[in-house]
């Protein structure tokens, strides 16, 4: 079977890298670089420093985040940084088609660059929940689907709904998971709901999935500040965004502790709470920031959406997998899809408090409860379209027993004679 | 004996973490978000950057050198985070006591960020002594006081020996190392003269804290130069410091490896020297930046710390041990004890050396050395009150063999039947 | 054997950094601190961030690359540390002789600074082709004078040929990988054909070199863009090495992972193109990076630098084996020989296209080919000469069956009974 399987990835993988590769290039003869615009947002800070972080978070938080299974933690980095050096060339092209239209050419600034790594980042959700059980041709489909979906989106949303475009991006949580449980949930094999038995960390591969979390962590300030802009009447917008992310994910790392310790039945820790849901604060404030002007709101955020993220990882995961045979590897609906929409809920109890009359108030909660609806419905119905044209075998998907194991997928060393 | 132990710490931990949380966030209603004061300093790097490198040394470069013990990674890097986490708003709070006092507000702003960050790594050094031997608990509690501590000898020494702020945040080594090396000896166990079988490392958890020390050496010259201010008279101060620090923390390294191969009896290197004494020359130029203003005299001053550092770490480690009953897990007197006292002594010569007459080097040796005697004093009583107050059985530190153990805080996959 | 071969350490090495760092402390009392000159740069982004990113992609990128090796992984990272910090002394010191020469002073700035973290990247690069059989002497030995013939080469070029500062640094690469492939064949052992058993791999040491590969990607853009000059014609040049870089290596790394999958024998990935050639073409673009205007011209320069790093790294690199009897560890001439010779042809060609008349074009082609060939040859010749030097037994390179071994260099903690 071995042969055979692999020759498959051959002609499969290789002529979509090809074919993908030399059309992003050929595209890219219409795209020019841009004197990056000097807009107030150089009066915080520069946009290449920040743009550096996003491209650490999204190449090595989660690259490295993905590391976590024992036997496929090389297909983990790996396939992250081959999905997010096709996305982002992808996303170029696609956040620019409006420009090829009108001016027959895409700019390329810090600006683009940075909208294009989010979103990478949301394709890198999406695949969260089907890690291990794809292959590498199933990663690259998917990552270039969702993106074409979520950059349909967020132009539906800017265009019907005049939803401003910081607030479509920061829905890449959202868009994310549904669009990956959706995938997972059509993808489903039989025989999932018993644990599979590489479906597991060791302290070592826990280690590195931690080093992934440490620097998504530490950077999300940036990853919520860098596309907030700065206007004249509040000139601190984006360092508010700065203070309220960082006091959110300490809380977050507080509560997801506590919580983790609370429900376990041993009352001890969970390496996985601690990898994943202390982050969920960083989700949350960035679906609100709009709305939140005050750290203690800020910091209470953190706190709902990491329990929140800790109750959804401890309960509904298991849940999901028995109930609707949706099996979610990193538990995208927990870690990103919850705390997206606890900051989505979050945001309009805050705006129609700030309301001043019931019309805006009304108004304005139409509006976003539309920008939810078509969100979840759009990265549903995609990631069920696209969940549909993977499963047939045409593509090969890893069997069963090869699941979350790079055995399938990569040469080792000690097997090869010579590297 | 297992799952009594397991009990005991969601019974202490979780109601310390929830009544801390809950009290952050409700002092936190307070605290304002202040627009960055524009500073001279921006004239020479942005603040934000500086920032995220700090943090970036506290975070993963604290949390991944604490992973150096080969059954207690785990523990290392995530009770870092939690501990950091908790520790940097209590920081926050601390230090607006003052301004709480006069203004009813306390500001929040990069500098203040900064600051806290410094205090969160002072406790961080006092959690390396006792490190493996206590519980989150017991680590919470202690970093909690340590920084009260530490606050409080800052405010003491600007106040009634008016030292500047700069020089009273650097002895967070000095403070650190002493607090956690009085804990540690109150905290003394039977049986601790022979190496615990667990306190070793192996080729991994060793390469990992290795990475947690390159962080902190990248980063420490923004350590040591953020919160210069720059003045009129001499516009370079803090690129002097960075410079000075870089160059300290090279020679550092060289000697670090030099010692550690002429004290080694076979003539080899020792990885928990190039781990910890490669960074002797950033603490010591730390706490002698003010008088240093040659390229050479930091590169000498980086030999000697490195120096001390290695011989203590060879020598007096194990003599601590045998002689005093205080053991040391990571070595934090010669790591940041001893060379902070050095560039202490280095200061006081220098000043000495520039100083035109006779009654201001004097008058300045009184004060310098008051300075060092009210922090020795200070955090060694605290130490000692800290290792009285965690000594008591209702914390449930950790049995004798189950110290330097990840199994006792950590579900394990392999052994839980789901994550 | 062993008791003896460790005493050797000792007795070479220790003179040998205890003379070296006391002279360069020495010579340091000619260094001064320069205030930053305030060029056209900093209108882009400040120096110290770049300064740092370089720094990071030395220590960390280099260091971790270095890890891959199962038993030699705290060698590949301290060893590389203990250069680093010995070499950018060294560089700093060279760099600064002409200006020793005119004004008894070596200045030091952020520049000055970079330019030496280069010249320590080159040394590096020559290092990854002796790895694992050479010991830490031997690596000193080899970083001083190969920084010693960069420099003197980047001055003949620049004094004879008149060639750009920038177009001598980038240099770096070829100059390193043929030094070191020189210094390989010379310091070949017997038996060396058979795959040494040692020479492989495992999981977590191949995700640990992933680690630093990735630093090295996600950095690359400023290490290409650092140094670029802004002119008053050109406002937006380093803006554009960014991009070109950032494009060139997304799309390296995926045509790397393409034909590592094409040339399989089992249609796999291979960790170690994966690892290697993901950055041909930073390394390319770097090169050519003067003549690159358009962004896909940077995406076909990183598709052909994968490429034929992908096929040097399967068919060359055991062919210098067979045929030339040269091991190259790191495989420095498919990673960094080859695509920096690709990169020189690139500019090669780009140049004489935009060329207005034949004269300057031909002018310009022969000044570049003899810019080429005096690389070649002063590279390959103290390549030599260096080999000769260390192959006398008076160093004492390690024996045969302790290559690619830690054991020999570092004190074990499981082995020893303190640490």
Excluded at 273 to 297: D, E, K, Y
Excluded at 355 to 384: E, K, N, P, Q, Y
Aim: glycine share 8%; aromatic share 12%.
């Amino acid at each position: 079977m071995a042969p055979q399987y692999a020759q498959s990835l051959r002609f499969r993988l290789l002529p979509l890298l090809f074919f993908l590769q030399t059309g992003f290039i050929v595209v890219f003869r219409y795209v020019e670089i841009e004197q990056n615009v000097q807009t107030k947002q150089h009066a915080f800070t520069n946009y290449y420093a920040e743009f550096q972080d996003v491209h650490v978070m999204v190449i090595l938080g989660f690259g490295f985040l993905a590391t976590f299974l024992v036997r496929y933690s090389f297909s983990g980095a790996g396939f992250t940084l081959l999905v997010a050096a096709m996305a982002v060339q992808w996303a170029v092209i696609l956040n620019g088609v409006e420009s090829m239209y009108h001016r027959r050419k895409i700019g390329i600034n810090m600006r683009s660059l940075v909208v294009a790594e989010m979103c990478t980042a949301s394709s890198l959700v999406a695949i969260g929940a089907v890690l291990g059980k794809t292959n590498p041709v199933h990663l690259l489909l998917i990552a270039l689907l969702e993106i074409s979906g979520f950059v349909l989106n967020g132009w539906l949303l800017q265009t019907f709904l005049k939803v401003q475009f910081l607030n479509t991006i920061m829905l890449l949580h959202i868009f994310g998971a549904f669009f990956g449980l959706m995938l997972s949930w059509v993808l489903y094999r039989q025989g999932s709901e018993q644990q599979h038995e590489k479906e597991k960390i060791d302290r070592k591969t826990g280690l590195f999935s931690v080093m992934g979390t440490l620097f998504l962590w530490m950077f999300w300030p940036s990853f919520n500040s860098v596309l907030v802009e700065v206007d004249h009447l509040d000139r601190g917008r984006n360092l508010r965004a700065v203070y309220s992310t960082y006091l959110a994910l300490a809380v977050s790392a507080v509560t997801a502790a506590g919580f983790s310790v609370l429900t376990s039945p041993q009352g001890k820790l969970n390496l996985f709470h601690i990898q994943r849901c202390t982050f969920a604060g960083g989700v949350a404030i960035g679906v609100a920031m709009s709305a939140v002007h005050l750290p203690w709101v800020a910091m209470a955020i953190g706190f709902a959406a990491a329990l929140i993220s800790t109750l959804g990882s401890r309960y509904i995961k298991p849940l999901m997998l028995f109930a609707f045979e949706c099996h979610d590897t990193c538990g995208v609906l927990s870690v990103h899809g919850l705390p997206g929409i606890l900051g989505w809920m979050v945001q309009l109890l805050l705006q129609i408090a700030d309301s001043d009359d019931l019309t805006t108030a009304v108004r304005f909660a139409v509006f976003h409860i539309c920008t939810l609806l078509i969100t979840l419905s759009l990265s549903m119905i995609l990631g069920l379209i696209t969940g549909f044209l993977l499963k047939c075998d045409f593509w090969r998907p890893p069997q069963n027993k090869k699941c979350f194991d790079d055995q399938a997928f990569w040469e080792f060393p000690h097997l090869a004679g010579k590297r």
